[in-house]
């Protein structure tokens, strides 16, 4: 029989806490549980740091992941390899892809086709991505989209697209299962998919 909560600050707190991805509601209880718990200058430094994050963190104007600085440092950091893209869909995918060792540059779409969910290429960042080729020293263009229907579809789509430009697109390979996201795939698997990459 499930625990009945008789306070509604906790109550609220565990609803809340409920509302974070991979989080149910015993999971939920036994964080704020733990809070309740913790000192006070412990909570207080939790909450700090999340306002911290919303306040601090917004968006490259160059590449669209997230960042504290404009632009971000993989834009400008030296050290990339400035002739490969990575395409991904959400700034959360970076972090995943950046864990396989890859030195290349970045950008993010904000998100892949869906016509059912009216999703077209104009609400995706294709034509920021348009005008940073057009330097032309951009040689391959990595879909690291999602191995799903949409993601597919993302991916042809962009093969399409700078198919006249003549730069080699590829797509990660092997590695990443059929229904799964990129950000949740560990280190091993997203080298493996990255390595085994094929052209469009």
Known sequence: ?????????LEEAVKRLAKLPGIGKKAALRMAVHLLEAS???????????????KSIGVCSICGNWTEKDPCVVCESPLRDRSVICVVEAPADVLAVESSGYKGLYHVLGGALSPLDEIGPEQLRFRELMKRLQ???V???IAATNPSAEGDATAMYLARLLEPLQIKVTRIGFGLPVGSDVRLADEATLTHALQSRREL
């Open 1 to 9: 029989m499930p625990q009945k909560i008789t306070s509604p600050a």
């Open 135 to 137: 330097a032309g020293d």
């Open 139 to 141: 040689r391959e263009i």
């Open 40 to 54: 006070p200058e412990d909570v207080e430094a939790l909450v700090a740091a999340i306002k911290n994050v919303k």
